[in-house]
C-alpha cells in the first residue's frame, strides 16, 4: 500500500519535473536572460496627428524579413535551436 503511494508520488514529480525543464545556456549555464534578435526588420508604424498637433500611435505594422535569433544574454553563445521552445513557452 504503502510502496504503491510513493510509486505515484515519484510518477508525479517526474512528470513536473519535465514540463518545467528550463532552456540552459550550454556555454555558460545561464537559464535566466535571453537575447531575441531579429534580421531585416522593417519598423512601420502608423500614427494620427490631433487637433493640438500631438500625435497618437494607431498601429504597429512592423515585418520581419530575416531570421529570428536566439541568444544567450550572458556569454551571446548561440541557443537558436531552442528558439521554437522559447515561443511555446512565451506569455
Ligand atoms: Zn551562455
Given at each position: ?45 502608423h ?11 494607431e498601429g504597429d ?31
Amino acid at each position: 500500500m504503502e510502496a504503491a503511494r510513493n510509486r505515484d508520488e515519484q510518477q508525479k514529480k517526474r512528470t513536473i519535473s519535465q514540463s518545467l525543464a528550463l532552456i540552459k545556456c550550454p556555454n555558460c549555464g545561464n537559464d535566466t536572460d535571453f537575447l531575441e534578435v531579429a534580421d531585416d526588420v522593417i519598423l512601420t508604424t502608423h500614427y494620427r496627428q490631433n487637433q493640438d498637433g500631438s500625435f497618437t500611435q494607431e498601429g504597429d505594422e512592423s515585418q520581419i524579413l530575416g531570421e529570428i535569433k536566439l541568444f544567450c544574454g550572458e556569454c551571446n553563445a548561440d541557443l537558436s535551436h531552442f528558439h521554437s521552445r522559447f515561443l511555446e513557452m512565451l506569455f
